[in-house]
């Protein structure tokens, strides 16, 4: 039985569909100056190749803001502005063609601010994902809690929230971030139990690649297993471009999205093959694979059509040799150094079989 996700109401960003149970939508964000057109949208191509379905920009000031129209003119993607401080750069992104207003509520201002993002947002039919971060709490909220609680984030998103109501605006995207897992797990599960608008899952300043993918495994992870998230965003200080496979990884171990799952034991030994090696090639070529498919690479026939016996195909390790295995069966015994190229060979063959059975349905 798969994860039974929790039900959220719609929200459509451009041609893209949040929440209502439509699959996960995988994020990320720029760092090139978005006032240099050129850079941004040559990354913006860069995040969609990695699969990112929705990328955000920074709008740090006027310049990064009249820099909107031109790059919406040269991608298809829907695209977030970033706001924080200057409502202003707001209204123009709206006007520039901008699909999502992100405004982070301890430091958009007045309430007539957040009135004029809406009313210009509802106009043009412009999604606002509320941003609530840790770092930025209103000050009076902070004050009351002491902290940077799970509470605190909810009580502020749920006052953004209302506003937004008040003017007529129900768009709405929420996100409740900060850099404690624990505390952002939490927060969201606070909100999901009150609200039912789609919810975008991160953990903010969650740190470098490594660091940063283990905290947004957990955190991510551990509310999609309990059916909470519509959107989510894996935020390293790395490369943006490593963001979307990161969050691709983290929705198909969950089973929650297509595409190939490598399984291969740690090594012990009885290993007689570089199996680290021949994982990290299969797991490469793979990454891109469309096709659901589940591939195990094993050290030795202990654990491999054994342990292993629920992978669509599989490979494992012997002395000189190893065997090539389809869903627990052995189908061969195959020369150590061709074991990559006979399992590749069989997933093209699976491939064919696979399109010519969708070919016939249709």
Same mark, same amino acid.
């Given at each position: 039985?798969?994860?039974?996700?929790?039900?959220?109401?719609?929200?459509?960003?451009?041609?893209?569909?949040?929440?209502?149970?439509?699959?996960?939508?995988?994020?990320?964000?720029?760092?090139?100056?978005?006032?240099?057109? #050129?850079?941004?949208?040559?990354?913006?191509?860069?995040?969609?190749?990695?699969?990112?379905?929705?990328?955000?920009?920074?709008?740090?000031?006027?310049?990064?803001?009249?820099?909107?129209?031109?790059?919406?003119? *040269?991608v298809d993607i829907p695209l977030v502005a970033d706001i924080h401080f200057d409502y202003r750069l707001a209204l123009r992104c709206v006007e520039a063609g901008i699909d999502k207003i992100r405004i982070n509520p301890g430091n958009i201002?007045?309430?007539?601010?957040?009135?004029?993002?809406?009313?210009?947002?509802?106009?043009?039919?412009?999604?606002?994902?509320?941003?609530?971060?840790?770092?930025?709490?209103?000050?009076?909220?902070?004050?009351?809690?002491?902290?940077?609680?799970?509470?605190?984030?909810?009580?502020?998103? *749920?006052?953004?929230?209302?506003?937004?109501?008040?003017?007529?605006?129900?768009?709405?995207?929420?996100?409740?971030?900060?850099?404690?897992?624990?505390?952002?797990?939490e927060a969201y599960e606070l909100f999901s139990e009150r609200f039912d608008y789609p919810l975008h899952l991160g953990v903010t300043e969650a740190g470098g690649e490594r660091m940063g993918l283990i905290k947004s495994s957990i955190g991510?992870?551990?509310?999609?297993?309990?059916?909470?998230? #519509?959107?989510?965003?894996?935020?390293?200080?790395?490369?943006?471009?490593?963001?979307?496979?990161?969050?691709?990884?983290?929705?198909?171990?969950?089973?929650?999205?297509?595409?190939?799952?490598?399984?291969?034991?740690?090594?012990?030994?009885?290993?007689?093959?570089?199996?680290?090696?021949?994982?990290?090639?299969?797991?490469?070529?793979?990454?891109?694979?469309?096709?659901?498919?589940?591939?195990?690479?094993?050290?030795?026939?202990?654990?491999?059509?054994?342990?292993?016996?629920?992978?669509?195909?599989?490979?494992?390790?012997?002395?000189?040799?190893?065997?090539?295995?389809?869903?627990?069966?052995?189908?061969?015994?195959?020369? *150590?150094?061709?074991?990559?190229?006979?399992?590749?060979?069989?997933?093209?063959?699976?491939?064919?079989?696979?399109?010519?059975?969708?070919?016939?349905?249709?």
């Amino acid at each position: 039985m798969g994860i039974q996700r929790r039900q959220t109401r719609t929200v459509r960003v451009g041609e893209v569909s949040i929440g209502g149970g439509n699959p996960i939508v995988v994020q990320s964000m720029t760092n090139t100056p978005t006032a240099d057109v #050129d850079k941004t949208v040559a990354q913006i191509r860069q995040l969609v190749n990695s699969g990112c379905k929705v990328v955000r920009l920074a709008m740090p000031d006027e310049e990064a803001a009249r820099a909107v129209e031109k790059i919406r003119a *040269q991608v298809d993607i829907p695209l977030v502005a970033d706001i924080h401080f200057d409502y202003r750069l707001a209204l123009r992104c709206v006007e520039a063609g901008i699909d999502k207003i992100r405004i982070n509520p301890g430091n958009i201002g007045a309430k007539e601010r957040v009135r004029a993002v809406a009313v210009a947002c509802r106009s043009r039919g412009v999604a606002i994902r509320i941003g609530v971060n840790s770092g930025s709490l209103e000050r009076e909220i902070l004050a009351k809690y002491g902290a940077p609680t799970a509470q605190a984030l909810v009580e502020s998103a *749920q006052y953004h929230i209302g506003l937004l109501e008040q003017f007529d605006f129900t768009d709405i995207v929420v996100s409740l971030k900060s850099s404690d897992v624990a505390t952002m797990i939490e927060a969201y599960e606070l909100f999901s139990e009150r609200f039912d608008y789609p919810l975008h899952l991160g953990v903010t300043e969650a740190g470098g690649e490594r660091m940063g993918l283990i905290k947004s495994s957990i955190g991510i992870g551990s509310l999609l297993a309990h059916g909470i998230g #519509d959107t989510i965003r894996v935020s390293l200080t790395a490369d943006p471009v490593l963001e979307g496979p990161a969050a691709y990884d983290i929705l198909r171990a969950l089973g929650l999205a297509g595409g190939a799952t490598v399984v291969s034991c740690p090594t012990c030994g009885r290993t007689r093959i570089d199996l680290i090696g021949l994982a990290n090639r299969v797991e490469q070529a793979l990454r891109a694979e469309p096709m659901t498919l589940k591939v195990a690479v094993m050290g030795c026939a202990v654990n491999g059509p054994g342990e292993a016996r629920e992978a669509d195909i599989g490979i494992a390790g012997g002395v000189g040799e190893g065997l090539l295995f389809k869903r627990g069966k052995i189908l061969r015994k195959v020369p *150590q150094e061709a074991l990559f190229d006979e399992l590749m060979a069989e997933i093209e063959q699976m491939r064919r079989e696979r399109f010519s059975e969708e070919k016939d349905e249709r």
